[in-house]
């Protein structure tokens, strides 16, 4: 297994987040890989969706785990193996932290990993701050 993590600091409060990233249909809002996503359901754990990227194929999705307010994971399904995105919000000195992990598993991760590491840094940090951007804007027009 190989591992990426992003994490971010906000003053934007965690339902504010939460509400963009249970709103499935909008992720390509902060996610720029993303032509779109859909999810069959509700937000909950083992529910199933798909994402539709810029390019490549569309990639199934089920969603492993989801603890309100708290931090969801989701199950991507490739060719050559499997994906594990983690999004994880807790609090620190009274700002919202927002941590964002990818993991890949399967025989192929470790070449998968490699041809992925040199712009995953990179596009771990801007959904994220895409992700406060979003979450701010739509706080304040409530």
Known sequence: MRK???STETDVKPEAIWAVLEDVSAW???ESGLKSSRLSGEFVSQSIGE???ISGPKIAMRLVEVIRSHR???EL???WGKMELIHYLSSRNGK???TRELRI???????????LQDHLSD???NSLKKLVWVARIRAEKK
């Open 105 to 115: 598993r399967g025989f192929k991760a470790p070449i998968v990993a490699m041809f």
């Open 77 to 79: 399904k490739y060719l």
């Open 51 to 53: 994402l539709n990227p």
């Open 72 to 74: 969801f994971s989701a």
């Open 123 to 125: 596009r771990l940090s």
């Open 28 to 30: 390509n809002t902060w």
């Open 4 to 6: 990426f993590a992003y």
């Open 96 to 98: 919202t932290v927002i």
